[in-house]
């Protein structure tokens, strides 16, 4: 965007561009942005911001090419690029490839199908990375195919992202039933629709789920989007929608080797309103202990998101096969499975965990390489 | 504690403790929280919450020594421990070994001295790892002496609490100057009080900076209490410390193998209103992107706190030597450290984390144990 006019004001400089917007830009944000100011190795910043005046003073400001030249009362001269005050007006966030808008969806995902992408490519090409990437982070879910039969065949995929994120069950973990389980997973009983450790302060970000034997009876995967399920109950019932946002619930996971409890709400909000997490696993959640008095209408509000959790209306179904990968971010789509019956066959995932910032840190890096 | 007498009323039971006070139990809460709904191998909630009525109806409770006997009109009895009553009430949460108040310090702690602590108990006593953890939790800042001559020997203290956090730095990292620097610990300068990687979602825990070698002229560390600023900036300005509590400011860390951004506050606030967190770190700090109406009183604001890192009333220095190694509460604590001379002898620190959530379920654990 090019510069139509630079007006110096008393405490602003006012850059109208070549579509007649204007953007005021306080003295002080020109003087701490001025390009002197940055290590010439890291890039961070070396400015003594505490060593500039209250309010510097801008004598002039004159346009050279893509320079802007300015001249503050103290004598400092900044040239600062027109594409750095472009990309920086105030009230306005810098482009960032890492804000992928969700794409919501409920059952009728189950139709269109969900995305699928192959291994080998995703290994090695990074437009296939970015492919799949953009689709996981946009619909919250994606199945990669054609995997090697190896255990460690999904974390490699999940390592094209970043380093794993560690959790009280390791760095991995398999999903097979076995004796004196510490957890429902390592049991071969249904699995109702939930996320991953809610107890943790942040639960882990995208889930893999790598699939070695899928061959007994039953075991099939339910997933669900729990935005979409929380976007819908705004709608139909705003005061249960609201006490799932504003009222913390304990939950806790404990054994012999760690306790980790939190108080969180079931919905978190981000800045503009948007929905950006969802807790919900009935069995780590602990003991309610709000008052008395909103207790009851918690309840009902719990039990209507709850209820959304059970409607096929929301619920996307599928039969994982050996040499297939779910992939799901795990602070917003639900997964459950099946009961299975372990006498008819051998089942066995291989999962991993990486979380929302090397993942979104993957994606900005693939933008600015592509 | 014992209970006087129990009322059934419509949708409540209440008991009337041994000193008097009332707790209304709902009787949502009552069903839901019935012993019998729970694995009998991981304790984990069985309970299917919605196979109840939206207002079951509780129609006797009678005390058997400390068995509560609750009857319903379903037919369903519940045998409730009078204990879980009484650490359950409505309103109360439960005692939490992990909840440890913040004992706010400024540079008067530097007089009394920052707690010492022994390495080889640490190692090998419960006893000793609690007491050190408690002034770690309690202070934000302790120090650790003693240690072996080898570089993993700091790292076997912090793995006594649980495991590292990694990050796009690794496991654990070397403070020492370092050719092609992708960040400004790495050189030699001067680096101001600051917390670490305020641009990741969660930025590290506990942080363990191991000393191996300190001959350097210069090099000394300097520590602050963050919490301590900041409830005293509450105090003096209001309004500046709403702004860094609400205002998102940008953070950014961008080399060739990460770009890791967030927006948030410089501040953030616990539901009760304390402050639980600072980011703080003005050479990762990015471009302020707030609207310009608010711009020059955030400005003046965040001068305000940054004035504070600058003021000796709130430092404790100390210059690190060989076999001792500071921990600190990352997200409390800012740490910086003079400049060095590099050429007047080596300067090694070793470095790693571990998060609030491994410290403070070892915490718990450690209590229960205790």
């Excluded at 994606?142 to 390791?170: K, P, S």
């Excluded at 249960?240 to 939190?262: K, Q």
Aim: charged share 25%; aromatic share 8%.
């Amino acid at each position: 965007m090019t510069v139509q006019s630079l007006t110096v004001r008393s405490t602003t400089l006012d850059v109208m561009w070549a579509d007649g917007a204007i953007s005021q830009f306080p003295t002080i944000w020109l003087r701490d942005n001025c390009p002197s100011g940055l290590h010439p190795e890291t890039q961070e910043r070396m400015l003594d911001l505490l060593a500039l005046e209250d309010e510097p003073e801008l004598i002039s400001a004159e346009i050279n090419e893509n320079i802007v030249d300015l001249k503050y009362d103290d004598g400092h001269i900044s040239y600062m690029p027109v594409a750095l005050l472009s990309t920086h007006r105030p009230g306005q966030r810098e482009f960032d490839a890492g804000d992928v808008p969700a794409n919501l969806w409920r059952g009728d995902l189950g139709k269109v199908g969900v995305p699928r992408h192959t291994a080998a490519p995703v290994l090695s090409e990074d437009s296939a990375l970015n492919a799949w990437m953009m689709d996981t982070a946009s619909l919250g879910l994606a199945i990669v195919e054609n995997l090697d039969d190896r255990v460690e065949a999904g974390v490699e995929i999940a390592q094209r992202i970043g380093f794993l994120r560690q959790t009280n069950f390791g760095t991995t973990f398999e999903v097979i039933n076995k004796p004196d389980p510490n957890n429902l997973a390592y049991t071969s009983v249904a699995l109702p629709l939930h996320t991953d450790l809610p107890n943790q302060e942040v639960p882990p970000g995208y889930q893999f789920l790598h699939c070695l034997a899928n061959e007994a009876t039953g075991g099939g995967s339910l997933f669900a989007d729990g935005f979409a399920m929380a976007e819908d109950l705004r709608l139909e019932d705003p005061e249960a929608f609201r006490l799932l946002c504003e009222v913390s619930i304990p939950f806790r996971f404990h054994d012999g080797d760690a306790d980790i409890r939190v108080h969180r709400p079931v919905i978190t909000l981000g800045a503009g309103g948007e929905v950006i997490e969802i807790r919900y696993n009935a069995h780590l959640a602990g003991i309610f202990d709000m008052p008395t008095e909103i207790m009851p209408a918690y309840y009902r509000a719990y039990r209507a998101y709850m209820a959304k959790t059970r409607d096929a209306k929301y619920r996307v179904e599928l039969k994982l096969k050996a040499g297939e990968m779910v992939v799901f971010d795990n602070r917003r789509v639900l997964h459950g499975r099946d009961s299975f019956d372990p006498s008819t066959g051998f089942r066995h995932l291989h999962g991993c965990y990486v979380d929302r910032g090397e993942f979104f840190s993957r994606l900005r890096l693939l933008a600015s390489n592509g």
